[in-house]
């Protein structure tokens, strides 16, 4: 921010100016500057050090200078140094240093405003008022047994837990080969020789292209770029729901399973990792029941003793993202979870008739759908096999880009159909999922999905589970 000034000296406005900013030092620091773009972190009831400084660029004097701090209601802001100056000189600074405490917010991140203010008087008689803001988020503490750590020092990262909730907001380059820069909440040695890892990515803003969220276990979750990398599950917008590992016992990621975009990284998802002394295999879920598996990986170089924890790194230097989880918990043993089987809707062992047809689609569980259903097109998924007769909870993955939701009819082995709506997923490229509970005969079973009035949404795939229930 600048002020200017007129003087009987001849000096333009431009000649004298008066500038002041604000930053911050300390654990969760504060950082305001004459351009905002220091934005900072805060953890609700920790106190935290501001520093206001103000500049006198002109050619003489000014006095009586005031430096202030406001924030919303409920803070307290305490000056910890003298705040008030008779004179400022030309080209001298002067600071005030405050304290500054939120209170922890309601919700994971919360956005507030800070408001760094000086007065003065030019000449002894001219008052001048000069403000800088610049928006802080709060979150709630992350509390024991769980830690926090962040190697992407390109922005600053909060963390939160409220319930069964976590939070991470960071940005960081990349997770992969020579960048190890990463966000994190984790368990200290919470994995051993055979351990099941778990957690539900819920949501995420500001993560786009090869940004990734989900689950990390290595020997030292705080040795990034410096000790051995480990294994990391995750989801990611273009990546999709992959392993990654470094596959030499260096200190970086260099392999992962499956290629790109095999599997769609849609949201929710659950993600569960288990060791299983060197081999490492990565499952995920996308309604916490219906499990399929990710790939496995054996990795070298693993400690026993490894710690576990959810991460994420935005994949943009310099511009932070935030991801919410639901849970985190490490537990000994590892059972792998029953398996799902996943039914392709574009697959040719279907039945694909009546103006509905097959097209590519790339954020599509293998790269295709089946689309134009409804209206006299229909998707019959054929040899659809369980070992035993009961209600099946089957997982629906589609794309409905209408506004106001689609609605398709449902029949099991050519019984009376029941109609379902579904919710808009913004785009006819944008999967999402829901469940629905189907009554299966045992061995093989025919689905067809219709809608003799109108269309229904287009079909990437159902994921059917190995039980009932």
């Known amino acids: 921010m600048v002020a200017d000034h007129v003087h009987a000296d001849g000096l333009t406005p431009d000649e004298r100016q008066t500038q002041m900013s604000l930053w911050a030092l300390a654990a969760s620091p504060l950082i305001l500057g004459t351009d905002l773009t220091g934005l900072t972190a805060l953890t609700g009831g920790q106190p935290a050090t501001a520093t206001e400084t103000f500049t006198d660029n002109g050619a003489e004097p000014v006095r009586h ?58 000449d002894l008689v001219i008052p001048q ?14 509390g024991a047994p769980y830690q926090t750590y962040s190697s992407a020092t390109d922005a600053p990262a909060a963390f939160a837990e409220a319930g069964q909730q976590f939070g991470i907001d960071g940005a960081g380059a990349d997770l992969y080969s020579g960048s190890d820069a990463y966000s994190t909440i984790y368990l200290k040695g919470a994995v051993g020789s055979a351990s099941t890892v778990v957690t539900e990515v819920t949501s995420q803003q500001g993560m786009t292209g090869f940004a990734k969220a989900g689950i990390m276990v290595r020997n030292d979750i705080t040795g990034s770029g410096t000790s ?30 499956p290629p790109n975009g095999t599997i769609p990284g849609n949201l929710p998802v659950w993600l569960e990792l288990q060791r299983s002394g060197t ?25 026993a003793t490894q710690d576990a924890g959810i991460f994420m790194t935005s994949h943009a230097s310099g511009s932070p ?13 590892a059972t792998p979870p029953p398996l799902a089987t996943s039914y392709e809707a574009e697959s040719s062992a279907n039945t694909i008739a009546g103006g509905a047809s097959a097209a590519a689609c790339p954020t599509c569980s293998g790269g295709a759908k089946a689309g134009f259903v409804g209206a006299g097109g229909t998707l019959t998924f054929n040899n659809v096999n369980v070992a ?79 039980a009932a229930g």
């Open 65 to 122: 200078v005031q430096l202030s701090l406001s924030a919303p209601a409920g803070w307290t802001v305490t000056a910890t140094s003298a705040a008030s100056f008779s004179s400022v000189g030309a080209g001298q600074s002067v600071q005030t240093t405050f304290q500054v405490v939120a209170p922890p917010p309601a919700t994971l991140f919360k956005s507030d405003t800070v408001t760094a203010t000086a007065m003065d008087r030019w």
């Open 129 to 142: 008022q000069i403000s800088e803001s610049e928006t802080v988020t709060t979150s709630p503490p992350v």
């Open 228 to 257: 051995p990398e480990g294994v990391i599950l995750f989801e990611s917008p273009s990546g999709g729901i992959q392993l990654e590992w470094d596959n030499n016992g260096g200190n970086f990621i260099t392999s992962v399973t």
């Open 279 to 303: 081999t490492y295999t990565g499952y995920y879920s996308y309604d916490g029941q219906n499990w399929l598996t990710v790939g496995s990986a054996t990795v070298p170089g693993q400690a």
């Open 321 to 333: 993202g935030q991801v919410v989880f639901n849970g985190l918990s490490a537990a000994d043993g």
């Open 388 to 466: 035993a007769a009961g209600t099946y909870q089957v997982a629906i993955a589609y794309l409905d880009g209408s506004a106001t939701g689609r609605q398709a009819t449902i029949s099991v082995n050519g019984a009376a159909p029941q109609m379902v709506s579904f919710t808009p997923t913004e785009s006819f490229s944008t999967v999402g999922v829901m469940t629905v509970p189907l009554q299966l005969a045992a061995g093989n079973n025919t689905i067809e999905f219709a809608n003799p009035a109108a269309f229904a949404p287009d079909f990437d795939r159902i994921i059917v589970p190995a």
